[in-house]
């Protein structure tokens, strides 16, 4: 396949809410004690976001290591239970839901995981792998019927099915993380977090597997969380874009709104990070160094999480309460003291 083109055309997507995240928290516990263990701190590692995911769309989450990302997309699933908030999915939330109706709704919901050699079972073949959530689930219980559509879900990803009885092992990276896509797409979820899909795959393959995920996203009508580090690439395949440092979302919006006029210090220090083709645009942007240490989500500064290494900080940026995401232009939420709301 080609690379992809950076500049795409977004397409059009839906008004309608597919999930909803309200004051979402996710803080795990700091404990000492050798025989009677107790609680002395938290990490927070999503510390009260919210943000609306529409039908159809995807939606970017990025930032540096360490920032929440992969803890948010797990806890939007419930494989982390958090700590408070809502996630509320096609109107229910899903946070309160006992077991059993949490167990039908996670056919809606799945996850391709980062690493495709650690994500699938070295013990298991190809179509057993495949085949898990469906005998999970008991859907296809005619084994003829279920062979067939493991066969087709192989040809939608790009794989042989004649390969059906092979080992991960016998795999390359890219075909792996296929095999990955093939079992998310198993359950025909409606929403999918993709888990920095790419970023553990070399660069010859990232755009194959990232326009396959395009291709699956139209012929299927999904909607993703993609996770990702790589900017670029995140500019091509999302139409808006969320930026998260500290366990918490800065700024949010249109993907090329974000990227060609980003109001955040830490989004438009992350931009002047990104390598670009032409060297006359690198010789004419300012690039922005990010001084001082990532403070410990165990032990957040004061105030805004970002004041202790913002260039531009000031008093306020240091006090209570930090500031709230507001809309600065339609669609455009930043949450910086210096930036006026619309």
């Given at each position: 396949?080609?690379?992809?083109?950076?500049?795409?055309?977004?397409?059009?997507?839906?008004?309608?809410?597919?999930?909803?995240?309200?004051?979402?928290?996710?803080?795990?516990?700091?404990?000492?004690?050798?025989?009677?263990?107790?609680?002395?701190?938290?990490?927070?590692?999503?510390?009260?976001?919210s943000?609306?995911?529409?039908?159809?769309?995807?939606?970017?989450?990025?930032?540096?290591s360490?920032?929440?990302?992969?803890?948010t997309?797990?806890?939007?699933?419930?494989?982390?239970?958090?700590?408070?908030?809502?996630?509320?999915?096609?109107?229910?939330?899903?946070?309160?839901?006992?077991?059993?109706?949490?167990?039908?709704?996670?056919?809606?919901?799945?996850?391709?995981?980062?690493?495709?050699?650690?994500?699938?079972?070295?013990?298991?073949?190809?179509?057993?792998?495949?085949?898990?959530?469906?005998?999970?689930?008991?859907?296809?219980?005619?084994?003829?019927?279920?062979?067939?559509?493991?066969?087709?879900?192989?040809k939608?990803?790009?794989?042989?099915?004649?390969?059906?009885?092979?080992?991960?092992?016998?795999?390359?990276?890219?075909?792996?993380?296929?095999?990955?896509?093939?079992?998310?797409?198993?359950?025909?979820?409606?929403?999918?977090?993709?888990?920095?899909?790419?970023?553990?795959?070399?660069?010859?393959?990232?755009?194959?597997?990232?326009?396959?995920?395009?291709?699956?996203?139209?012929?299927?009508?999904?909607?993703?969380?993609?996770?990702?580090h790589?900017?670029?690439?995140?500019?091509?395949?999302?139409?808006?874009?969320?930026?998260?440092?500290?366990?918490?979302?800065?700024?949010?919006?249109?993907t090329?709104?974000v990227?060609?006029?980003?109001?955040?210090?830490?989004?438009?220090?992350?931009?002047?990070?990104?390598?670009?083709?032409?060297?006359?645009?690198?010789?004419?942007?300012?690039?922005?160094?990010?001084?001082?240490?990532?403070?410990?989500?165990?032990?957040?500064?004061?105030?805004?999480?970002?004041?202790?290494?913002?260039?531009?900080?000031?008093?306020?940026?240091?006090?209570?309460?930090?500031?709230?995401?507001?809309?600065?232009?339609?669609?455009?939420?930043?949450?910086?003291?210096?930036?006026?709301?619309?």
């Amino acid at each position: 396949m080609t690379q992809p083109v950076m500049e795409a055309t977004r397409k059009k997507v839906s008004n309608e809410v597919i999930l909803s995240v309200r004051d979402l928290k996710k803080h795990f516990p700091i404990t000492a004690g050798f025989l009677i263990q107790r609680q002395v701190g938290a990490v927070r590692a999503v510390d009260g976001i919210s943000f609306d995911v529409y039908r159809g769309e995807t939606l970017g989450l990025v930032g540096e290591s360490g920032c929440g990302k992969s803890t948010t997309g797990r806890t939007i699933l419930q494989l982390y239970k958090p700590t408070s908030g809502e996630v509320i999915f096609e109107g229910q939330d899903i946070t309160s839901l006992p077991g059993s109706a949490m167990r039908a709704m996670r056919k809606q919901m799945q996850i391709i995981f980062q690493d495709p050699f650690a994500s699938l079972n070295p013990r298991m073949t190809v179509g057993s792998i495949i085949n898990e959530p469906l005998q999970i689930h008991g859907l296809y219980p005619d084994k003829r019927e279920r062979q067939a559509y493991i066969e087709e879900l192989m040809k939608k990803v790009g794989l042989n099915p004649y390969f059906i009885n092979r080992y991960p092992h016998e795999f390359s990276g890219g075909q792996r993380q296929r095999i990955g896509i093939a079992r998310a797409l198993a359950l025909k979820p409606k929403f999918i977090v993709c888990d920095e899909p790419i970023s553990a795959l070399d660069v010859s393959i990232q755009a194959q597997v990232v326009n396959l995920l395009e291709d699956l996203q139209e012929e299927l009508g999904l909607t993703y969380l993609f996770i990702a580090h790589d900017l670029s690439m995140v500019r091509h395949i999302c139409d808006r874009v969320a930026v998260m440092y500290l366990g918490k979302i800065v700024e949010l919006g249109p993907t090329d709104e974000v990227y060609d006029n980003p109001m955040h210090p830490y989004t438009q220090a992350l931009l002047s990070a990104v390598p670009v083709p032409d060297p006359a645009s690198v010789e004419k942007r300012r690039r922005i160094i990010i001084t001082g240490d990532l403070p410990s989500p165990a032990n957040p500064p004061r105030g805004c999480n970002f004041s202790t290494r913002c260039p531009v900080a000031f008093d306020l940026c240091r006090q209570d309460p930090d500031p709230e995401l507001i809309e600065v232009t339609p669609g455009h939420f930043v949450a910086c003291h210096r930036v006026p709301a619309l």
